[in-house]
């Protein structure tokens, strides 16, 4: 997926190796970095030490590497503030494509860090973000959180953003994810670290991880999961992008289309019959 994908800059900060990892970060928090990152960080790299050896400054927006997307279309402006669960398979670009096929257009922008909970999101800076922008909704992310201490953490990070995004004249959302695949007896317990945390500062639960619970419930087979366990398939995406976009919207994510196209010019397709069970499982976390 990351390969051909076609990020502008700025759209996702950097990812980077966080200092510490606990599990309402990531599973291992391990630098997850897509091969297009990896690629242009390189190209970047060589850009600013050609332009600095020439007495040259670097510009981050011309520099090589740097690739445009189209302008930001009209609608709710909503900033996703995650880890490598929301920056994979495009998922805030997917939720984007999908409201503008609902009719309830949304422009989206994401600050994710590999392995980030919100707390280190805190740490670097993230809050002040939001402080400077009009954003209608901010979705905060963080791992599974399904361990007493990271629901804790969960919690009071969330409330500490909560009062920026409210102060900014926003509106609080929580993206519940899943734990690993050799753990789904904590899908309950994950399920209860987002809900409460959602409850805390009256903001929108957006039920991912339900609605993948929901979608196997009718067929186990449907492959979530990507190849390491933890981060979802195209499919896992998609469903998650069906949850939010209900949750943020108010609307029934049944009828959507199956393929849609990014603000960044890639396609995402899932079968119908896929789509169908997807789209059905969302309507039903989100009751």
């Given at each position: 997926?990351?390969?051909?994908?076609?990020?502008?800059?700025?759209?996702?900060?950097?990812?980077?190796?966080?200092?510490?990892?606990?599990?309402?970060?990531?599973?291992?928090?391990?630098?997850?970095?897509?091969?297009?990152?990896?690629?242009?960080?390189?190209?970047?790299?060589?850009?600013?030490?050609?332009?600095?050896?020439?007495?040259?400054?670097?510009?981050?927006?011309?520099?090589?590497?740097?690739?445009?997307?189209?302008?930001?279309?009209?609608?709710?402006?909503?900033?996703?503030?995650?880890n490598s669960l929301t920056e994979?398979?495009?998922?805030?670009?997917?939720?984007?494509?999908?409201?503008?096929?609902?009719?309830?257009?949304?422009?989206?922008?994401?600050?994710?860090?590999?392995?980030?909970?919100?707390?280190?999101?805190?740490?670097?800076?993230?809050?002040?973000?939001?402080?400077?922008?009009?954003?209608?909704?901010?979705?905060?992310?963080?791992?599974?959180?399904?361990?007493?201490?990271?629901?804790?953490?969960?919690?009071e990070w969330t409330r500490r953003?909560?009062?920026?995004?409210?102060?900014?004249?926003?509106?609080?959302?929580?993206?519940?994810?899943?734990?690993?695949?050799?753990?789904?007896?904590?899908?309950?317990?994950?399920?209860?670290?987002?809900?409460?945390?959602?409850?805390?500062?009256?903001?929108?639960?957006?039920?991912?991880?339900?609605?993948?619970?929901?979608?196997?419930?009718?067929?186990?087979?449907?492959?979530?999961?990507?190849?390491?366990?933890?981060?979802?398939?195209?499919?896992?995406?998609?469903?998650?992008?069906?949850?939010?976009?209900?949750?943020?919207?108010?609307?029934?994510?049944?009828?959507?289309?199956?393929?849609?196209?990014?603000?960044?010019?890639?396609?995402?397709?899932?079968?119908?019959?896929?789509?169908?069970?997807?789209?059905?499982?969302?309507?039903?976390?989100?009751?």
């Amino acid at each position: 997926m990351f390969g051909g994908s076609r990020r502008p800059p700025g759209f996702y900060r950097r990812e980077l190796p966080l200092a510490h990892s606990f599990e309402s970060g990531e599973h291992d928090a391990g630098p997850v970095l897509s091969n297009f990152l990896k690629l242009t960080h390189v190209v970047a790299l060589i850009a600013s030490m050609a332009t600095t050896s020439c007495g040259g400054e670097s510009n981050p927006e011309s520099a090589p590497g740097s690739l445009t997307l189209a302008p930001l279309p009209a609608g709710d402006r909503v900033l996703f503030v995650g880890n490598s669960l929301t920056e994979g398979n495009d998922l805030p670009l997917i939720v984007e494509a999908l409201a503008r096929a609902g009719g309830r257009p949304f422009a989206v922008e994401a600050v994710t860090y590999a392995g980030a909970a919100l707390e280190d999101h805190w740490s670097r800076g993230t809050q002040d973000r939001i402080a400077a922008s009009g954003f209608r909704f901010v979705v905060l992310q963080q791992g599974p959180s399904a361990l007493a201490e990271s629901r804790a953490n969960l919690r009071e990070w969330t409330r500490r953003f909560d009062a920026v995004i409210r102060k900014a004249g926003g509106r609080t959302a929580l993206y519940m994810v899943w734990p690993e695949s050799y753990r789904p007896q904590a899908f309950p317990e994950v399920s209860t670290s987002y809900r409460l945390a959602a409850e805390d500062v009256l903001g929108i639960l957006l039920p991912a991880g339900d609605a993948w619970v929901a979608a196997w419930r009718e067929d186990r087979g449907l492959r979530l999961y990507g190849p390491d366990g933890f981060h979802p398939s195209l499919l896992g995406s998609y469903l998650a992008a069906l949850a939010i976009y209900g949750g943020l919207s108010g609307a029934s994510p049944v009828g959507l289309p199956a393929r849609v196209q990014l603000r960044n010019g890639r396609w995402v397709e899932v079968s119908a019959r896929e789509a169908a069970l997807a789209q059905a499982a969302a309507a039903e976390a989100l009751r």
